[in-house]
């Protein structure tokens, strides 16, 4: 029996070679897409699971209120609420604190290297799994002077297993430090979110800050007893601050270490999204893109199942069950599914490095990985069911005796059913399309925006040790090359989010006014002028005047804020500095991404806070000026060289952006080529089918153009109807997708129109070769069996 089927499929095979390579093409190709997505979704879930104590382990976030109601979730803690939370609440076994990895520089012998340098509780690698190829970790983080490096950097400067002991030299933010190496740990995961050079004891950053609750220059995770209740710890650490500070601004909750990565955005306290928003888009396309090759497999069985009438006819009038004739049928869909799989790994293996730099990740097939099978057998299956299940159920019902005589109609049915079918194709290559220009036109709003800075030929460069001890001499230097326009600095590379305070008291200020919160930018003289920043009230900053040191600029939402209707020699007062005065007032400018709403600002002049160099170059002369800043760096510092242009790193800063319009546009292209091969199909079946009445037609007067505009205007009718349902999924899907943004185009009715026209002529060019090749045929050879 089973050789049997495999012979008859195998001549349905041969018979039907067109059928068969569009079926098998298009669900390659589908699966190709899916298995592609789903390596990458996986990866996603993947993140940080390989902690052994991951399911115990949360992250402390700190829920912000006015008058009660949760304004804003921020993940960032302050020092002191370790210690607390470990006091009050016996369920959490332990806390970590973890500082982010902060550019540094070590050095062994005459030797420096650039480092991400994190900084952490002791208990560090007993609750996170990162494997220590040298040291206890139990002990290693014990000293405040002890240090645990990668083992690539062990391995560059020390003997194999001697590095244990040996002291190194290391810059942090212009702070010397000397450490003694107590551990070095295995190359960390890719899988895992925190990715770091070195380790240090969090000790060692007590110097920014150790005593106020209401900062946020640390992560704190909680390690809770198994056996506890989370609820009943959230109840007792939610009004912490207030019992052991008097804080009222803020409360404290937890989110489980395994859902961080994932979910970073929050509405009054409860995590709503994050990049859990792309792996549900990717999966949808994933799901979109396989259903509408399963359509065309459906689609192309009914329809040219005519020719194989007379087949089932006679298999019927000799006994065939109609059970016998479903399997059959299902069996040959999973011969088409099983080479569509193969084929589908074949692509994906092919393009994977391809995949990998679209999306940033080193994803790879395993294949002895139990993983990867389940997912192929999830795929596989999926497609089974949605392309085998009706037409065996369809082939099967067919009549004996209508079959033998060839008389297999096409009942209303069958013909909405295929027609419907057709629509939701489009339909879904309707909204990828839409959204894939949707997303192009906001990508290309906000890299083209006026940001209210000039970021033209602007080069920002880190200060290392050597280079912050003699900042005014070098900026002096730097200033003498005639390719040099102006040289500054600043705190801020004006794209990562910077410090801010509620600490600010201003002239006319109310207790009753609540926390109110302010970004602290400090800057060298110069910078305002650099960057052409729009002053709208008083002055910039001058070197003649020396109190200028003291006193602020301030951006046209701070004034709004403080609610003052002349803020200029206003007095101004915050972290110690109680003469200053507002000298102006700066028209607002995007300082972080066009995602969140311009902050309100408080610009300081303060030159020895400074640590970020930047240099304006004439156009014409940026090469040679990158040049002389690299010859001057090396007579001042014999740390690594680094700089980077302003406008590049804006620009990579909505990398997750590009990577969305990329993927959306390469699998709305695979969605529409498959949709048109089907279509392809059924215009070739059409044509056949309807070879006789054209040729009548023909003979009775009928010019070529007629016959054409007959064939093809099907195909613009449902396209047509296709337009009509999708457009309002679409714009449901680029709406909610462009609220992300604070600043953000308007979706106009011409960008659905394009989508839908796109599509359009795509099914038009898809059926004219069938229907031009039908209207130019000679009408004898259609007639001569008459």
């Known amino acids: 029996m089973f050789q049997t089927k495999i012979r008859t499929a195998i001549r349905v095979f041969k018979k039907e070679k067109t059928f068969m390579i569009i079926n098998v093409l298009g669900l390659s190709l589908g699966i190709w897409c899916s298995l592609l997505i789903a390596l990458w979704v996986q990866d996603e879930y993947n993140q940080d699971k390989f902690h052994k104590n991951g399911e115990q382990i949360y992250k402390v976030i700190r829920n912000e209120k006015v008058d009660k109601q949760i304004v804003s979730t921020k993940f960032?803690?302050?020092?002191p609420i370790g210690p607390a939370l470990e006091q009050?609440?016996?369920?959490?076994?332990?806390?970590?604190?973890?500082?982010?990895?902060?550019?540094?520089?070590?050095?062994?012998?005459?030797?420096?290297?650039?480092?991400?340098?994190?900084?952490?509780?002791?208990?560090?690698?007993?609750?996170?799994?990162f494997v220590l190829k040298e040291g206890n970790p139990k002990k290693c983080l014990k000293d405040v002077n002890d240090i645990v490096v990668s083992e690539e950097f062990a391995s560059r400067y020390f003997e194999e297993g001697n590095s244990v002991g040996k002291t190194i030299k290391t810059v942090i933010n212009e702070t010397d430090f000397t450490f003694t190496i107590s551990g070095v740990f295995k190359k960390i995961p890719q899988k895992s979110s925190m990715q770091f050079d070195a380790v240090i004891p969090v000790y060692n950053y007590l110097q920014f800050n150790n005593e106020s609750w209401g900062n946020s220059w640390l992560t704190t995770y909680a390690v809770v007893d198994t056996n506890a209740k989370v609820e009943d710890v959230l109840q007792k650490i939610e009004k912490l601050p207030a019992r052991k500070a008097d804080v009222d601004w803020f409360t404290l909750s937890l989110q489980p270490f395994h859902e961080i990565y994932l979910y970073s955005k929050f509405r009054n306290g409860i995590a709503t999204g994050g990049r859990i928003d792309y792996v549900i888009l990717f999966s949808f396309i994933a799901i979109f893109t396989l259903l509408i090759a399963c359509f065309n497999f459906i689609n192309l069985t009914t329809s040219w199942s005519i020719k194989r009438?007379?087949?089932?006819?006679?298999?019927?009038?000799?006994?065939?069950?109609?059970?016998?004739?479903?399997?059959?049928?299902?069996?040959?869909?999973?011969?088409?599914?099983?080479?569509?799989?193969?084929?589908?790994?074949?692509?994906?293996?092919?393009?994977?490095?391809?995949?990998?730099?679209?999306?940033?990740?080193q994803l790879e097939i395993q294949y002895f990985d139990f993983t990867f099978y389940g997912i192929l057998l999830m795929i596989g299956l999926f497609t089974v069911v949605c392309s085998a299940i009706y037409p065996a159920f369809f082939l099967s019902s067919f009549n004996a005796v209508s079959a033998l005589k060839g008389k297999i109609s096409n009942s209303i049915?069958?013909?909405?059913?295929?027609?419907?079918?057709?629509?939701?194709?489009?339909?879904?290559?309707?909204?990828?399309?839409?959204?894939?220009?949707?997303?192009?036109?906001?990508?290309?709003?906000?890299?083209?925006?006026?940001?209210?800075?000039?970021?033209?030929?602007?080069?920002?460069?880190?200060?290392?040790?050597?280079i912050y001890k003699?900042?005014?001499?070098?900026?002096?230097?730097?200033?003498?090359?005639?390719?040099?326009?102006?040289?500054?600095?600043?705190?801020?590379?004006?794209?990562?989010?910077?410090?801010?305070?509620?600490?600010?008291?201003?002239?006319?200020?109310?207790?009753?006014?609540?926390?109110?919160?302010?970004?602290?930018?400090?800057?060298?003289?110069?910078?305002?002028?650099?960057?052409?920043?729009?002053?709208?009230?008083?002055?910039?900053?001058?070197?003649?005047?020396?109190?200028?040191?003291?006193?602020?600029?301030?951006?046209?939402?701070?004034?709004?804020?403080?609610?003052?209707?002349?803020?200029?020699?206003?007095?101004?007062?915050?972290?110690?500095?109680?003469?200053?005065?507002?000298?102006?007032?700066?028209?607002?400018?995007?300082?972080?991404?066009?995602?969140?709403?311009?902050?309100?600002?408080?610009?300081?002049?303060?030159?020895?806070?400074?640590?970020?160099?930047?240099?304006?170059?004439?156009?014409?002369?940026?090469?040679?000026?990158?040049?002389?800043?690299?010859?001057?760096?090396?007579?001042?510092?014999?740390?690594?060289?680094?700089?980077?242009?302003?406008?590049e790193t804006i620009e990579k800063s909505y990398k997750e952006e590009q990577r969305v319009q990329k993927i959306g546009g390469i699998f709305s292209a695979l969605a529409i080529f498959i949709s048109s091969m089907g279509l392809f199909g059924l215009a070739s079946f059409t044509a056949n089918r309807r070879a006789k009445e054209i040729a009548i037609r023909k003979v009775l007067g009928a010019s070529s153009f007629g016959v054409f505009n007959m064939l093809s205007k099907e195909c613009l009718k449902l396209v047509l109807v296709s337009s009509l349902f999708s457009i309002p999924f679409a714009w449901y899907i680029v709406n909610g997708w462009i609220q992300d943004f604070a600043f953000r185009i308007d979706i106009q009715w011409w960008m659905f129109a394009i989508a839908s026209i796109v599509v359009l002529l795509i099914a038009l060019s898809t059926v004219s070769y069938q229907s031009i090749r039908s209207a130019k045929t000679n009408p004898v050879k259609s007639l001569k069996t008459e």
């Open 76 to 79: 960032g803690t302050a020092y």
């Open 88 to 129: 009050e609440v016996p369920e959490i076994e332990n806390i970590i604190r973890y500082a982010q990895p902060r550019k540094g520089v070590m050095q062994v012998s005459d030797t420096f290297i650039e480092a991400d340098i994190a900084a952490v509780d002791a208990g560090f690698f007993n609750v996170f799994s």
């Open 309 to 361: 009438s007379r087949e089932i006819g006679v298999k019927k009038i000799l006994g065939a069950k109609r059970g016998t004739l479903i399997g059959q049928f299902i069996f040959e869909s999973v011969i088409f599914v099983t080479i569509s799989l193969v084929l589908g790994i074949l692509y994906t293996q092919i393009s994977i490095s391809w995949f990998n730099e679209i999306t940033s990740k």
């Open 413 to 466: 049915n069958q013909t909405m059913l295929r027609k419907s079918l057709v629509v939701i194709q489009f339909g879904i290559s309707i909204i990828m399309v839409a959204g894939t220009i949707v997303v192009y036109f906001q990508l290309d709003y906000i890299l083209n925006k006026n940001l209210g800075l000039d970021k033209e030929n602007v080069i920002y460069m880190p200060m290392d040790a050597n």
């Open 470 to 647: 003699q900042a005014e001499a070098f900026k002096s230097e730097l200033a003498k090359f005639p390719g040099i326009v102006s040289v500054s600095s600043s705190n801020s590379d004006l794209i990562t989010p910077i410090g801010n305070s509620s600490d600010p008291v201003w002239e006319g200020k109310t207790e009753n006014e609540g926390q109110l919160w302010f970004s602290i930018l400090d800057v060298d003289f110069g910078l305002i002028e650099m960057l052409n920043l729009d002053i709208t009230k008083g002055r910039s900053f001058s070197k003649r005047l020396s109190s200028d040191t003291i006193h602020y600029i301030i951006n046209e939402e701070a004034a709004k804020l403080m609610n003052i209707k002349d803020p200029i020699n206003a007095s101004l007062r915050f972290w110690g500095d109680e003469n200053g005065k507002i000298v102006g007032v700066v028209k607002d400018f995007h300082f972080t991404s066009l995602r969140s709403p311009i902050a309100p600002m408080i610009i300081r002049c303060r030159p020895t806070n400074t640590d970020m160099l930047y240099i304006k170059t004439l156009p014409q002369k940026t090469k040679e000026s990158i040049s002389y800043l690299e010859q001057l760096h090396k007579r001042f510092s014999s740390f690594p060289f680094d700089f980077h242009f302003l406008d």
